[in-house]
C-alpha cells in the first residue's frame, strides 16, 4: 500500500531502531501532522501509549515527561520543541534528518546517533540523540579490540602496554606485528587493511586502538550495540579514527571494504580522512547504523576529560610523529563551513 501524499513513512529498520528505544514507562509522543502511523503502532510493547501532536496542537501537550518523542522532519520547530517535553533520560529521534535546517536544534541534545535511509523511505535519514549522553549495556560481548605494530620500533613496546591493558580487563585482542614498509604514511594506511582482514577472520564485531593507547574501562557502551559502526567526532567534526568499531555486519564490512580501497589507492591520504568519505558514501544509499562515541573512547592524555563517566580508551599520541611524516596529499585541514556544520550535526553531505 503507497503512503497518501504527505504521510510520514517509516522504513522497517528505521521502526524498529525507534521501537528499540522506548523505555519501560512507554510514553510515546509524535510531533506530525500525520494522525496515525501504522507501522510504529504495530510494534510498540503493549505497555507504551502513543500521542500525536501537531502545529498549535503542541502548546497543549502538558506531559513534560516522554520517554521517545519522534519528529517529523518536514516540522519546522518541531526538533527544538521536543526538547522541553522529553524527560532527562529518554531519546528524540528525527526523521528526514538530513535537511540542513535542523542543524541548530541537534546541537541542543547530545547526539546518539544516525542511520542511512531504507528501502521503504529511500530519501530520509534517521537521526537521534537525547538530554543525557547514552547509557552503557553489558547486554552482549565485548568486541575484540584490534590494533597491529611495527615490528623492532617504538611501536612494540607500546602494544605491549596495550595488550596488558587488555589482559588485566579480561578482553580479547588480535595485536599482530607488521613488518616496515618503504614509508611511515604506508605503515599508516595499513589501519583499514589489518581491520577488513581481522573482520573476515575473527568473525565478530571488533574495535579498533591505535597502538599507542590503553584501555582503561571496559568498552561497555557498545557490547551487544545493534550498531554497524561507531566512532567519535574530535571537537563535534574530525572522524577520529584512533578508536574505531566494526559490528559483524553486511554495512559493516561495505564501509570497511570502501575506507580499505581509499587508503590502498591513495595511502599519503591520512586514514580517517578516508574513512569520512567511506562513510559518506554508505550512509548516502544504505540504513548504516552509527553510534557515535563520547570523547571517554578517544581521550587524548593531554586533553581535558569531558564527563564523569571516566576514560574507556587513553591516547598518548605518538603517532603524531608519525603523521607529521605524511606529505604529498591532502591531510585533515578544518573542512568548508558547509561540510563543518554537516559534520557536526551528524548529517551527510
Known amino acids: 500500500m503507497k503512503p497518501r501524499r504527505g504521510s510520514l513513512r517509516l522504513g522497517d529498520i528505521h521502526c524498529e531502531a525507534i521501537v528499540n528505544s522506548v523505555g519501560p514507562a512507554g510514553r510515546v509522543l509524535v510531533l506530525s501532522a500525520v494522525h496515525v502511523i501504522p507501522e510504529l503502532e504495530a510494534r510498540l510493547p503493549a505497555h507504551a501509549t502513543i500521542r500525536y501532536a501537531s502545529g498549535a496542537h503542541i502548546d497543549a501537550v502538558r506531559d513534560h515527561d516522554f520517554d521517545l518523542i519522534l519528529v517529523d522532519g518536514r516540522m519546522p520547530g518541531g526538533l527544538s520543541r521536543a526538547r522541553g517535553l522529553l524527560n532527562e533520560k529518554g531519546r528524540v529521534f528525527l526523521h528526514e534528518a538530513q535537511r540542513s535546517w535542523h542543524d541548530r536544534a541537534k546541537c541542543q541534545f547530545v547526539e546518539h546517533g544516525t542511520i542511512g535511509p531504507c528501502a521503504e523511505a529511500p530519501l530520509s535519514h534517521l537521526w537521534y540523540g537525547g538530554l543525557s549522553p547514552q547509557p552503557s549495556s553489558s547486554a552482549g560481548g565485548s568486541p575484540v579490540i584490534v590494533s597491529y605494530f611495527t615490528a623492532n620500533s617504538r611501536s612494540e613496546e607500546l602494544a605491549l602496554q596495550l595488550r596488558d591493558s587488555c589482559e588485566a580487563l579480561g578482553l580479547p585482542h588480535h595485536i599482530t606485528a607488521l613488518a616496515p614498509s618503504k614509508s611511515r604514511e604506508i605503515n599508516c594506511a595499513a589501519k583499514a587493511r589489518v581491520c577488513l582482514e581481522a573482520w573476515r577472520t575473527?568473525?565478530?564485531?571488533?574495535?579498533?586502538?591505535?597502538?599507542?593507547?590503553?584501555?582503561?574501562?571496559?568498552?561497555?557502551?557498545?557490547?551487544?550495540?545493534?550498531?554497524?559502526?561507531?566512532?567519535?567526532?574530535?571537537?563535534?567534526?574530525?572522524?577520529?579514527?584512533?578508536?574505531?568499531?566494526?559490528?559483524?555486519?553486511?554495512?559493516?564490512?561495505?564501509?570497511?571494504?570502501?575506507?580499505?580501497?581509499?587508503?590502498?589507492?591513495?595511502?599519503?591520504?591520512?586514514?580517517?580522512?578516508?574513512?569520512d568519505l567511506a562513510w559518506e558514501d554508505v550512509i548516502a544509499a544504505h540504513p548504516l547504523h552509527t553510534v557515535w562515541l563520547p570523547r571517554a573512547y578517544c581521550q587524548i592524555f593531554d586533553a581535558p576529560v569531558d564527563g564523569e563517566a571516566g576514560v574507556v580508551v587513553e591516547h598518548f599520541q605518538a603517532s603524531r610523529e608519525c603523521r607529521s611524516a605524511v606529505v604529498g596529499g591532502p591531510s585533515a585541514p578544518r573542512p568548508d563551513e558547509a561540510l563543518w556544520r554537516a559534520r557536526r550535526a551528524s548529517r551527510p553531505v
Request: net charge positive; glycine share 6%.
Open 202 to 275: 575473527l568473525g565478530t564485531s571488533l574495535l579498533w586502538v591505535d597502538a599507542d593507547a590503553v584501555m582503561r574501562r571496559r568498552p561497555d557502551m557498545i557490547a551487544g550495540s545493534p550498531c554497524d559502526f561507531a566512532i567519535h567526532k574530535w571537537k563535534g567534526w574530525r572522524f577520529a579514527s584512533g578508536t574505531v568499531f566494526f559490528a559483524q555486519t553486511p554495512l559493516a564490512v561495505l564501509l570497511l571494504e570502501r575506507w580499505e580501497e581509499r587508503c590502498r589507492r591513495e595511502p599519503r591520504v591520512w586514514d580517517q580522512v578516508h574513512l
